[in-house]
């Protein structure tokens, strides 16, 4: 986490946007398929392109994943609700207008619970969430060079989208960050967005004001478009903030405009002034008609909701005696929780030691590769394996920290890989007692002087044991055989 | 009401339809006509009524999630004023 | 082939105003083939169609899809607004004027399922958009009953091809009275359905919360047979009414004795033309005179109905046309300087005057500042007319009433004042507005051009309007009268 500090006497007031695609096989309203990476325009149906005559049916599925999502933030579910048309002229655009929900939104309401610091440092917040609204995405310009045009694949246009807004109610970017963290774990528990940032399946807009401590009156705001890591939208808030108080410091005034990350400079750009923005003309859509929920629906949908994340870091406290931080790494995404239980499912696992590998080898592994944990080298029912190993005495933890470099590089089978590397711990106390009378014999000088009292000298004499066992010999047993050795006689 | 030279002009912006001068007087004129019959709708009667946004009272009706259009790309695109690669084109946009 | 080449009881007369249902025993007799048939209706078009302008292009007639069903091998043409795969479809502007529709219209593939045989795509007002068919990129149409009149708007191709005997069937639209009004100027018979009765898709959009696609043909009888084929729900429309759509056929003949026809006194005004008024309500002494017991009723604010229309239409069509930008189809301006250039010289030049204008009406009507007090003031206007319809239902069956307050105006007549022209909808309007089912029958005719009598019903009620129609043509001669016409030999 950024160590960054908001200037001393102003405070940062936040609220996010975040569009998250919902992972329909088909569009919104159209039967064309959603999947991302087709030949650009394959995927878009005479719906899609808006072609003269054609009309739009709304998706069963696009519903219920929005329904689903304001379930899991504890939100209303609209009994009714409707759609927009938001009018504007965009190549992407096809029909020249997006079909929204502008006055009747599916979800209203709802909250979230995020926790930033640590230890004692960890504060619990709640966010609130405005409202959640059905939509469809639009197409992708592609700005390379085609004769000095510009290229239009409509593709993703119809894909089902939900919007999140939430309350301005972060006041520092890393609550902001915790907060988008927060809602990509659940779209993701919920199955309802694959959360892929790159490709633009979860997008987040900031919307940014400072105003002086104390002051309750919100600042003009500025709203931060094309945010696609957590890392940048981190980066994008701060700026921000900078920007804004440097302008009220120095006397400046700050003005509505929406502005463009741009990660390479690290900084934002305007894009437009409230002046030049559209008017959007919103009226109901007359081809779509009101969507009518009924309790039965809604209650067969709630009985879909999975654990999701905060629930289960509560279980994992309780249930495998997690400390809370652990616990929330562990299920701050659903990849990870899957990861982790994934590896606990053995007979007899040890859930701590568990934790302590998946956040620290798996973590440093995946850190070092650039890797989501869904492509993790070593795969969980591997690591199951190792820590059983671990686990019986075959290994120490510092010879299995070996088996699993070496899993992450070649693959195979944990116990061939100790097999092949000779990696077996010595546990055989007969073994183990012959090459402890052999440093005895071998240092006489040294076991006078422990004996007469230089205590500190028994780590002398596990290290001799270690370099004959050449690091195999089971710790926990060189010692017994030591002491009983040099103490006993 | 009644529209002004410069309203008739952002509205045709808003439209994307260019208004040149010599048909904006007799537009205007035309449009403030048609903008005249609406004073009617300034009628008490309306003030509680709730507004209605199609004829029959009818619910949306949700289609199953399942994909049921193939790839028509030649056919879809064949009246494509501009068009290279799959993608349509347009003058260069810039963002 | 000509008409008079097929040997048929009665020849040609017979032929062209033939019913449905005649042509269908005479293909099922053997009489003539279904090819015979379409080469006979092809080659009048062929004739008179050069001086009516009624369509704007001819499709080389194919075998019906269907041998069996209750259209098969009639021949029938388009309004321009049903998308026909492979057929251009150009809805009457330049914007559309090479356009290829890719894909097939829920109305063309149930005609086509049925049997139906497709000539043509008839010309109309651009977009939907006006009363007299002068809006037209492919120029206007003439009425047959009077080549210096209009023949209605905006599915004038269809009522004036019909009229003409070009086909026995067309079909259209109605937004504001498209179906209704250019059936009474050309002396045809034309029914819109309830709003949700005829799927939409593929009909390309002016008003989607008004927009209704319906028949025009020569008698009720054919109109029955035509929208049963074409109504019933689609899948593919969410605005579509799912429910069974019942054999009008079957009802023609149920006696009217007893029914009560309302008639709205607000709209026997000075606003109607006199002699108009006389041919009405002769038609509805004939409908008392078949058993129907008449009742006063009151459908007031017929102003406020046409102000609420003209904002809500141009309102919902300035956003479905907001599609037409020069990118994926149709219309695109030459080398466009940039993106800002492209999409206002493509519909600038592509779009015609009267689109335009009520693009930026509705434009403004939904604009920052000003949709409460347009928008949603014309939504609760269009509450209050519903309500009166409501409780009009409550003391009758059926409404019974002019259609036009005028018979068929002359070419250029209204064509300076967009206003006055939006009065010719004054009786249609409202019956879109409550989205109602509404008919148009011939009733007589005044200075030679053609009288309508409107029947509206309840949501749904197309059987009863239907059987109420067919009882007056019972009754009635009107809707067998044919105009005469240069190069036809068969007049009357």
Same mark, same amino acid.
């Given at each position: 986490?950024?160590?960054?500090?908001?200037?001393?006497?102003?405070?940062?007031?936040?609220?996010?946007?975040?569009?998250?695609?919902?992972?329909?096989?088909?569009?919104?309203?159209?039967?064309?398929?959603?999947?991302?990476?087709?030949?650009?325009?394959?995927?878009?149906?005479?719906?899609?392109?808006?072609?003269?005559?054609?009309?739009?049916?709304?998706?069963?599925?696009?519903?219920?994943?929005?329904?689903?999502?304001?379930?899991?933030?504890?939100?209303?579910?609209?009994?009714?609700?409707?759609?927009?048309?938001?009018?504007?002229?965009?190549?992407?655009?096809?029909?020249?207008?997006?079909?929204?929900?502008?006055?009747?939104?599916?979800?209203?309401?709802?909250?979230?619970?995020?926790?930033?610091?640590?230890?004692?440092?960890?504060?619990?917040?709640?966010?609130?969430?405005?409202?959640?609204?059905?939509?469809?995405?639009?197409?992708?310009?592609?700005?390379?060079?085609?004769?000095?045009?510009?290229?239009?694949?409509?593709?993703?246009?119809?894909?089902?989208?939900?919007?999140?807004?939430?309350?301005?109610?972060?006041?520092?970017?890393?609550?902001?960050?915790?907060?988008?963290?927060?809602?990509?774990?659940?779209?993701?528990?919920?199955?309802?967005?694959?959360?892929?940032?790159?490709?633009?399946?979860?997008?987040?807009?900031?919307?940014?004001?400072?105003?002086?401590?104390?002051?309750?009156?919100?600042?003009?705001?500025?709203?931060?478009?094309?945010?696609?890591?957590?890392?940048?939208?981190?980066?994008?808030?701060?700026?921000?903030?900078?920007?804004?108080?440097?302008?009220?410091?120095?006397?400046?005034?700050?003005?509505?405009?929406?502005?463009?990350?741009?990660?390479?400079?690290?900084?934002?750009?305007?894009?437009?002034?409230?002046?030049?923005?559209?008017?959007?003309?919103?009226?109901?859509?007359?081809?779509?008609?009101?969507?009518?929920?009924?309790?039965?629906?809604?209650?067969?949908?709630?009985?879909?909701?999975?654990?999701?994340?905060?629930?289960?870091?509560?279980?994992?406290?309780?249930?495998?005696?997690?400390?809370?931080?652990?616990?929330?790494?562990?299920?701050?995404?659903?990849?990870?929780?899957?990861?982790?239980?994934?590896?606990?499912?053995?007979?007899?696992?040890?859930?701590?030691?568990?934790?302590?590998?998946?956040?620290?080898?798996?973590?440093?592994?995946?850190?070092?590769?650039?890797?989501?944990?869904?492509?993790?080298?070593?795969?969980?029912?591997?690591?199951?394996?190792?820590?059983?190993?671990?686990?019986?005495?075959?290994?120490?933890?510092?010879?299995?920290?070996?088996?699993?470099?070496?899993?992450?590089?070649?693959?195979?089978?944990?116990?061939?890989?100790?097999?092949?590397?000779?990696?077996?711990?010595?546990?055989?106390?007969?073994?183990?007692?012959?090459?402890?009378?052999?440093?005895?014999?071998?240092?006489?000088?040294?076991?006078?002087?422990?004996?007469?009292?230089?205590?500190?000298?028994?780590?002398?004499?596990?290290?001799?044991?270690?370099?004959?066992?050449?690091?195999?010999?089971?710790?926990?047993?060189?010692?017994?055989?030591?002491?009983?050795?040099?103490?006993?006689? | 009401?009644?529209?002004?030279?410069?309203?008739?002009?952002?509205?045709?912006?808003?439209?994307?339809?260019?208004?040149?001068?010599?048909?904006?007087?007799?537009?205007?004129?035309?449009?403030?006509?048609?903008?005249?019959?609406?004073?009617?709708?300034?009628?008490?009667?309306?003030?509680?009524?709730?507004?209605?946004?199609?004829?029959?009272?009818?619910?949306?009706?949700?289609?199953?999630?399942?994909?049921?259009?193939?790839?028509?790309?030649?056919?879809?695109?064949?009246?494509?004023?501009?068009?290279?690669?799959?993608?349509?084109?347009?003058?260069?946009?810039?963002? | 082939?000509?008409?008079?080449?097929?040997?048929?009881?009665?020849?040609?007369?017979?032929?062209?105003?033939?019913?449905?249902?005649?042509?269908?025993?005479?293909?099922?007799?053997?009489?003539?083939?279904?090819?015979?048939?379409?080469?006979?209706?092809?080659?009048?078009?062929?004739?008179?169609?050069?001086?009516?302008?009624?369509?704007?292009?001819?499709?080389?007639?194919?075998?019906?899809?269907?041998?069996?069903?209750?259209?098969?091998?009639?021949?029938?043409?388009?309004?321009?607004?049903?998308?026909?795969?492979?057929?251009?479809?150009?809805?009457?502007?330049?914007?559309?004027?090479?356009?290829?529709?890719?894909?097939?219209?829920?109305?063309?593939?149930?005609?086509?399922?049925?049997?139906?045989?497709?000539?043509?795509?008839?010309?109309?007002?651009?977009?939907?958009?006006?009363?007299?068919?002068?809006?037209?990129?492919?120029?206007?149409?003439?009425?047959?009953?009077?080549?210096?009149?209009?023949?209605?708007?905006?599915? $004038?191709?269809?009522?004036?091809?019909?009229?003409?005997?070009?086909?026995?069937?067309?079909?259209?639209?109605?937004? $504001?009275?498209?179906?209704?009004?250019?059936?009474?100027?050309?002396?045809?018979?034309?029914?819109?359905?309830?709003?949700?009765?005829?799927?939409?898709? $593929?009909?390309?959009?002016?008003?989607?919360?008004?927009?209704?696609?319906?028949?025009?043909?020569?008698?009720?009888?054919?109109?029955?047979?035509?929208?049963?084929?074409?109504?019933?729900?689609?899948?593919?429309?969410?605005?579509?009414?799912?429910?069974?759509?019942?054999?009008?056929?079957?009802?023609?003949?149920?006696?009217?004795? &007893?029914?009560?026809?309302?008639?709205?006194?607000?709209?026997?005004?000075?606003?109607?033309?006199?002699?108009?008024?006389?041919?009405?309500?002769?038609?509805?002494?004939?409908?008392?005179?078949?058993?129907?017991?008449?009742?006063?009723?009151?459908?007031?604010?017929?102003?406020?109905?046409?102000?609420?229309?003209?904002?809500?239409?141009?309102?919902?069509?300035?956003?479905?046309?907001?599609?037409?930008?020069?990118?994926?189809? &149709?219309?695109?301006?030459?080398?466009?300087?940039?993106?800002?250039?492209?999409?206002?010289?493509?519909?600038?030049?592509?779009?015609?005057?009267?689109?335009?204008?009520?693009?930026?009406?509705?434009?403004?009507?939904?604009?920052?500042?000003?949709?409460?007090?347009?928008?949603?003031?014309?939504?609760?206007?269009?509450?209050?007319?519903?309500?009166?319809?409501?409780?009009?239902?409550?003391?009758?069956?059926?409404?019974?009433?002019?259609?036009?307050?005028?018979?068929?105006?002359?070419?250029?007549?209204?064509?300076?004042?967009?206003?006055?022209?939006?009065?010719?909808?004054?009786?249609?309007?409202?019956?879109?507005?409550?989205?109602?089912?509404?008919?148009?029958?011939?009733?007589?005719?005044?200075?030679?051009?053609?009288?309508?009598?409107?029947?509206?019903?309840?949501?749904?009620?197309?059987?009863?309007?239907?059987?109420?129609?067919?009882?007056?043509?019972?009754?009635?001669?009107?809707?067998?009268?044919?105009?005469?016409?240069?190069?036809?030999?068969?007049?009357?």
């Amino acid at each position: 986490m950024s160590d960054y500090v908001i200037p001393s006497g102003w405070e940062a007031v936040i609220g996010l946007e975040i569009h998250a695609q919902l992972a329909t096989r088909s569009k919104i309203f159209s039967g064309a398929s959603t999947a991302f990476g087709a030949e650009p325009n394959a995927q878009a149906c005479a719906v899609d392109l808006g072609l003269p005559g054609v009309l739009p049916v709304l998706n069963e599925g696009a519903v219920r994943m929005a329904s689903l999502f304001g379930l899991a933030i504890d939100a209303e579910i609209s009994r009714v609700s409707s759609f927009d048309r938001k009018n504007y002229f965009y190549p992407d655009l096809p029909k020249g207008y997006q079909t929204t929900q502008l006055a009747r939104p599916i979800v209203v309401g709802g909250q979230v619970t995020i926790t930033t610091g640590e230890g004692k440092q960890a504060r619990e917040h709640t966010i609130n969430v405005t409202r959640a609204h059905l939509e469809e995405d639009a197409g992708k310009s592609l700005h390379e060079d085609f004769h000095g045009m510009t290229g239009i694949d409509l593709n993703r246009a119809g894909t089902p989208l939900i919007e999140i807004v939430s309350e301005p109610d972060m006041r520092t970017p890393e609550q902001a960050v915790a907060y988008a963290r927060k809602i990509h774990a659940i779209v993701q528990y919920l199955g309802i967005c694959d959360g892929n940032m790159q490709e633009g399946s979860f997008r987040v807009d900031a919307n940014v004001s400072v105003r002086p401590e104390g002051e309750t009156a919100f600042g003009t705001r500025a709203e931060i478009k094309n945010v696609n890591s957590f890392r940048f939208l981190q980066r994008a808030i701060e700026f921000e903030i900078e920007r804004q108080v440097d302008l009220l410091e120095t006397g400046g005034e700050v003005v509505q405009c929406t502005r463009l990350y741009d990660p390479d400079r690290d900084e934002t750009r305007l894009m437009r002034t409230k002046e030049d923005a559209d008017d959007y003309r919103y009226f109901p859509c007359p081809d779509l008609l009101p969507v009518v929920l009924d309790e039965a629906t809604i209650k067969s949908w709630r009985a879909q909701l999975p654990e999701l994340p905060d629930a289960k870091a509560g279980r994992y406290q309780s249930e495998y005696g997690l400390s809370a931080y652990d616990a929330g790494v562990l299920t701050a995404s659903r990849a990870t929780a899957e990861y982790f239980e994934a590896v606990i499912a053995r007979d007899g696992a040890d859930p701590k030691l568990a934790a302590n590998w998946v956040m620290g080898e798996v973590a440093a592994l995946l850190n070092r590769l650039e890797l989501e944990i869904g492509d993790c080298p070593v795969p969980a029912d591997k690591l199951a394996d190792l820590l059983e190993r671990i686990g019986d005495g075959t290994l120490s933890n510092k010879l299995g920290r070996e088996v699993f470099e070496a899993l992450a590089e070649e693959g195979g089978s944990v116990d061939a890989i100790i097999e092949a590397r000779g990696l077996k711990q010595i546990s055989d106390t007969g073994a183990i007692e012959a090459m402890v009378d052999e440093v005895i014999a071998a240092n006489p000088g040294q076991v006078e002087a422990y004996r007469g009292g230089k205590d500190k000298l028994f780590g002398f004499f596990v290290g001799q044991v270690m370099k004959a066992a050449k690091g195999k010999a089971n710790p926990q047993a060189v010692n017994e055989v030591l002491k009983r050795r040099l103490d006993g006689d | 009401m009644s529209l002004t030279n410069d309203q008739l002009q952002a509205v045709a912006h808003l439209a994307r339809i260019a208004v040149e001068p010599d048909w904006a007087e007799a537009l205007r004129s035309d449009i403030n006509g048609i903008l005249e019959q609406a004073d009617r709708l300034d009628d008490p009667r309306l003030n509680d009524l709730e507004p209605m946004a199609h004829p029959l009272d009818q619910v949306q009706r949700l289609r199953p999630d399942e994909v049921t259009e193939t790839d028509d790309r030649e056919t879809l695109m064949a009246a494509a004023p501009a068009q290279e690669n799959g993608l349509f084109l347009v003058p260069k946009v810039i963002e | 082939m000509s008409t008079s080449d097929i040997p048929h009881r009665g020849g040609d007369a017979a032929l062209i105003n033939a019913s449905i249902a005649e042509l269908r025993a005479g293909l099922a007799a053997g009489e003539y083939t279904a090819n015979d048939l379409s080469a006979a209706f092809a080659a009048r078009i062929e004739t008179i169609d050069p001086s009516l302008n009624s369509l704007v292009s001819r499709v080389e007639p194919v075998e019906p899809a269907s041998e069996t069903g209750r259209l098969a091998g009639i021949p029938y043409v388009h309004k321009d607004i049903f998308c026909a795969k492979g057929t251009r479809t150009t809805c009457g502007s330049r914007m559309l004027a090479d356009w290829v529709a890719p894909y097939d219209s829920t109305v063309h593939e149930r005609l086509t399922r049925s049997g139906a045989v497709l000539l043509g795509k008839a010309n109309m007002d651009e977009f939907a958009m006006g009363s007299s068919n002068e809006n037209s990129h492919f120029g206007a149409v003439a009425n047959p009953w009077d080549t210096n009149a209009v023949p209605g708007g905006s599915s $004038g191709g269809s009522a004036a091809a019909v009229a003409a005997r070009l086909v026995p069937f067309a079909t259209g639209t109605d937004t $504001g009275g498209s179906i209704r009004q250019p059936a009474a100027f050309c002396g045809v018979t034309g029914i819109k359905p309830t709003y949700g009765r005829v799927s939409r898709y $593929g009909m390309i959009a002016y008003a989607s919360s008004f927009d209704q696609g319906g028949v025009i043909a020569k008698s009720a009888e054919d109109c029955a047979t035509v929208l049963g084929e074409m109504a019933g729900f689609d899948e593919r429309d969410s605005t579509s009414a799912d429910r069974e759509v019942p054999d009008y056929a079957a009802t023609l003949n149920d006696s009217i004795a &007893g029914l009560r026809v309302g008639i709205p006194r607000q709209w026997f005004s000075e606003a109607l033309d006199p002699a108009v008024g006389d041919a009405v309500t002769a038609a509805i002494d004939e409908l008392r005179a078949a058993g129907a017991e008449t009742v006063e009723i009151d459908l007031p604010d017929a102003d406020i109905a046409l102000a609420a229309y003209y904002l809500l239409a141009p309102a919902e069509a300035s956003s479905n046309l907001s599609r037409f930008d020069g990118v994926r189809f &149709g219309y695109r301006c030459e080398d466009p300087k940039d993106l800002q250039d492209l999409y206002e010289r493509s519909r600038s030049e592509g779009f015609g005057a009267e689109v335009k204008r009520r693009i930026l009406v509705g434009t403004y009507a939904l604009s920052a500042g000003y949709y409460d007090a347009f928008y949603r003031r014309a939504q609760k206007a269009r509450r209050l007319v519903t309500d009166h319809f409501q409780r009009a239902f409550e003391q009758c069956d059926v409404i019974a009433g002019p259609v036009t307050p005028t018979p068929a105006f002359d070419r250029g007549a209204h064509s300076d004042d967009p206003a006055k022209m939006y009065l010719e909808d004054i009786f249609t309007i409202p019956v879109n507005l409550a989205g109602l089912p509404g008919m148009s029958v011939p009733a007589g005719f005044v200075a030679g051009r053609p009288v309508g009598l409107q029947l509206i019903g309840r949501h749904f009620d197309e059987a009863r309007l239907l059987n109420v129609a067919h009882q007056y043509q019972q009754r009635v001669d009107w809707h067998t009268r044919m105009p005469s016409l240069g190069g036809d030999s068969s007049n009357h």
